[in-house]
């Protein structure tokens, strides 16, 4: 019933805005076969499958540096991961490894250094299997899955200070530099919606990396009112079958995601840094 709902909201999306193509950002967590909150590896690999059949897909600094020289075209796609937890590794990597797809893992560094790091803790408490990826792990996705950053300790930008933010940033940059021998060049934001990230916090992420993606939701990322250090993304989850998926992917949901969007600005926020996520 609610995949059935979800369709028709997607149908009159598509009718309210018409448009030439796609150029979305997926943006995934975890991919596990027994986490409720997971992708399952046999949908993961089906919507694999589909996105390279039907896109071009490119790392993501590929795709950032088309967007920054105004060539992004319709059909371009990346490929994200949030956190980094070792399923990552144990059963997306193999997929992606099938069908030659890159991908970028955002890390947030803490909870790979120590996995009872307090936000993610409860998370693994309740879920065993939801552990970080080891260092020796991603140097072995590496060069077909990049890293980027998503701070030290997974902090809502907007409810630190300059120091703590900098702070933030330049361990995770630096953590990530001294295990793999480079710095990332793009963050995601951790929450990643409008409220999650200030003006002066932007400026500083800027001074660091090249570009930033949000967990905003929306296929395309061409229209110049979109900054490099704003990149929309399309978030899959658990509920999604093919279908939904090849609709989101083409832009079907953007509406509904524009209206939910302005929901989350004028919704309860609360304080991000005191509760965990997925």
């Not at 993961?44 to 920054?68: G, H, S, T």
Request: proline share 6%.
């Amino acid at each position: 019933m609610q995949n059935r709902i979800k369709k028709m909201a997607a149908g009159v999306s598509r009718f309210l805005m018409a448009r030439d193509g796609s150029t979305p950002i997926l943006m995934y967590h975890s991919v596990h076969p027994e986490h409720p909150l997971a992708v399952r590896p046999e949908a993961f690999r089906e919507q694999i499958a589909y996105l390279v059949e039907n896109y071009k897909v490119v790392p993501l600094r590929e795709y950032l540096e088309a967007k920054r020289n105004n060539s992004l075209t319709p059909g371009m796609a990346a490929v994200t991961f949030d956190d980094g937890y070792r399923d990552n590794y144990r059963f997306a990597y193999p997929i992606l490894e099938e069908f030659s797809c890159p991908a970028t893992i955002f890390l947030v560094t803490a909870f790979i250094e120590c996995d009872n790091y307090l936000s993610f803790g409860k998370k693994v408490s309740l879920y065993p299997d939801l552990e970080p990826l080891s260092w020796s792990e991603i140097k072995e996705m590496h060069p077909l899955v990049e890293v980027g950053a998503h701070t030290h300790s997974h902090i809502q930008i907007s409810g630190v200070k300059g120091q703590v933010l900098e702070r933030e940033l330049t361990a995770n940059i630096r953590i990530i530099e001294e295990n793999l021998g480079y710095k990332p060049k793009i963050l995601a934001y951790p929450w990643g919606q409008p409220f999650d990230f200030t003006r002066s916090g932007c400026t500083l992420v800027q001074e660091y990396f090249q570009g930033a993606v949000t967990t905003v939701h929306n296929s395309d990322n061409r229209s110049p009112g979109i900054s490099p250090y704003h990149l929309r993304r399309v978030g899959i989850g658990p509920a999604d079958d093919i279908e939904l998926f090849a609709a989101k992917a083409a832009g079907d949901f953007d509406l509904i995601g524009l209206i939910k969007g302005i929901q989350a600005r004028w919704g309860k926020r609360g304080d991000r840094n005191t509760s965990y996520h997925l």
